[in-house]
């Protein structure tokens, strides 16, 4: 899935703004024909989360509608081109009408969803209605309202507020831009691009789909050099002499144009910035063109006071500042799939990232099973198709510390393995768990991803005993996988400003020394090859006992990214 963009061919207009909203409690909003238009909207942002725009409504996750309006721009034509909104998060269950048309639905809240509107759009006056709801439900993904049952989860979480079966807030709403964009009526679909390296030579395989119709000419370039291929079929190569390979120390982007002509007549344009570079696992080490890489970096979440987990771009930037700053150069998208935008950047910057879709918290009651795999099967798909492109992307996450204790979870995660890898056969495929040894799902992954707390969930405020054990631990699944390790969370909560020597619980000694011994631990064993630390920010969250403020508070940096001993510690141990 192409992300629209602006040229000579094709347009693209953000509806970003004020919209107008109401709040649904009594789910009137079908029958009261809201659909069709509705009047008495508040004003409200988009994107961003509703939750805290408000003085009233912050944990209300039930039915909520969004209006706009808007107009054509000069010169479109719906005869002629095709015409696509397209969403790009609504988190989590959107429908959408256009001028009284219901032109779908979209469950899922952190990947892109369009529809095409050339037949109803008018030149002026449309009017956009979105109704949103992001109830937790045991057979949605990520689930909530889990019944209390031990066989299924290692801890009830129905006590929290709201009742998520997951460690971050259920932000609801229009969370990323929205857009409405023009493409010529036989254009460029998508692209994926596969690259490889030949002693100093890099090979750059492009495959294109098009809309239907006449075998125009299509034709490839690469920006700044004298590569260029053509062809009427859909299957290019690109061989860059002396190739500027992307790595992290040096992210070298080429931009790579696509059009396709009659004749002598150009009608549609897409450039696409792409990175030459290879991925792949032998034997202990992850290598990137050959060489092996170590991972240093963070999960993190999208969120930010007020805006909660819509798109802030200033936050974005600052967030790459700090992890150049402290030394990072990877991190994961905990737990569900980013913007593009903060992808695009990673990809400018040289960061690695390991993509994660939205199934976090899974569990494997019969009930509600089948319906979570199918979402698990949909999420998987729609995250490698939207960035399969991206250089950045050095692996798959396809699931955060699922609650596997049954037969089935193995089955479940083999099947979603096989489906990543028929999109994508280039990048390895994992999950990760707070199970360990015990995680059998490990054996169809191609990396080995474990989250562990020892010395604060248990062994609480003993660090030389929780890295001991960590160190024994990492010792046995190594015995046991052989495979590559990449310790994917560990961390302590601190109170910004708490402090204490020696080290306890909650201080900022106390997160930096727990961090520091387990880093030493890390260090130690050749088999790993990453430590990203939980977490970058402190980040919102439900309500709960271990939750103070409604807060997690394992982020190095505050919420609003301010550095805590932690950050200052990890910067001497990563640069
Ligand atoms: C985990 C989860 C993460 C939590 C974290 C914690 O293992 O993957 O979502 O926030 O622990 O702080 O408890």
């Known amino acids: 899935m192409l992300y629209p963009q602006s040229n000579p061919f094709r347009q693209c207009v953000d ?116 109704r949103v709801e992001g109830e937790l439900k045991p057979d949605r993904v990520p689930p909530g309202n889990v019944p209390a049952d031990s066989r299924y989860m290692f801890l009830s979480q129905t006590e929290n507020n709201p009742p998520a079966s997951f460690d971050f807030f259920p932000f609801c709403g229009i969370h990323r ?13 998508d692209l994926t691009v596969v690259t490889d390296i030949a002693g100093h030579a890099g090979i750059v395989r492009v495959k294109l789909n098009r809309d239907e119709g006449e075998n125009s000419l299509a034709r490839f370039s690469l920006r700044g050099t004298n590569v260029h291929a053509e062809t009427t079929g859909n299957d290019a190569v690109l061989i860059v002499p002396d190739a500027a390979l992307w790595s992290s120390d040096s992210p070298h982007l080429y931009d790579l144009t696509v059009e396709l002509a009659r004749g002598d007549e150009t009608f549609d344009r897409y450039t696409l910035p792409i990175g030459i570079r290879t991925v792949e696992i032998k034997g202990d080490r992850l290598l990137l063109n050959g060489k092996p890489i170590y991972l240093k970096g963070f999960g993190r979440h999208e969120d930010f006071p007020i805006a909660g987990r819509g798109l802030v771009p200033a936050v974005i930037v600052k967030d790459y500042a700090m992890m150049k700053w402290i030394g990072a150069n990877s991190f994961r998208t905990t737990h569900y799939p980013y913007s593009e935008q903060m992808m695009d950047l990673a990809d400018r910057l040289g960061f690695f990232v390991i993509d994660e879709t939205p199934a976090v918290g899974l569990f494997f009651a019969e009930e509600g099973l089948a319906r979570r795999l199918e979402l698990c099967q949909q999420y998987t798909q729609e995250l490698v198709l939207r960035d399969k492109n991206h250089p950045s992307v050095i692996a798959w996450s396809i699931a955060n510390e699922p609650h596997s204790w049954l037969p089935s979870a193995k089955p479940f995660f ?83 400003g708490s402090h204490a020597q020696p080290p306890e619980m909650f201080t900022e000694e106390f997160q ?55 950050a200052h510690r990890l910067r001497e141990l990563w640069r």
């Not at 831009?177 to 679909?189: E, N």
């Not at 030389?464 to 990492?474: N, P, T, V, Y």
């Not at 939980?534 to 990214?561: I, P, Y």
């Open 15 to 130: 509806l970003s703004g004020f919209w107008d909203l109401r709040f649904d409690p009594g789910n009137q909003g079908v029958a009261s024909n809201w659909w069709a238009g509705f009047n008495d909207g508040r004003p409200v942002a988009v994107p961003a989360s509703w939750n805290d725009q408000f003085e009233d409504w912050r944990d209300y996750l039930g039915n909520t509608w969004y209006q706009t309006r808007f107009d054509l721009p000069w010169g479109w034509d719906a005869s002629r081109q095709h015409i696509r909104l397209r969403f790009n998060s609504v988190n989590y269950f959107a429908e959408v009408w256009l001028n009284g048309v219901r032109l779908g639905q979209h469950e899922g809240g952190h990947l892109p969803f369009e529809f095409d509107i050339a037949p109803y759009v008018r030149p002026e006056g449309n009017v956009l209605v979105v």
């Open 512 to 566: 930096a020394g727990s961090i520091a011994a387990y880093i030493q631990v890390l260090r130690s064993k050749s088999f790993v090859i990453g430590e990203h630390v939980w977490n970058m920010c402190d980040f919102k969250t439900s309500q709960a006992v271990q939750r103070v403020g409604g807060m997690n508070l394992k982020g190095v940096f505050t919420r609003d990214r301010r550095p805590k001993l932690a």
């Open 177 to 189: 831009p929205v857009l409405l964009y023009a493409t010529p009526r036989q254009a460029i679909t």
């Open 414 to 496: 083999k099947n979603l393995r096989d489906l990543c890898k028929s999109i994508d056969a280039t990048r390895p495929v994992t999950l990760t768990t707070y199970i360990g040894i015990g995680e059998e799902s490990f054996e169809c992954c191609d990396l080995v991803c474990l989250n562990r707390y020892a010395g604060w969930y248990s062994q609480s405020g003993k660090i030389d005993a929780g890295a001991a054990s960590l160190s024994a631990e990492l010792d046995a699944l190594y015995e046991k996988y052989r495979k590559p390790i990449i310790l994917t969370e560990f961390g302590a909560d601190a109170v910004p």
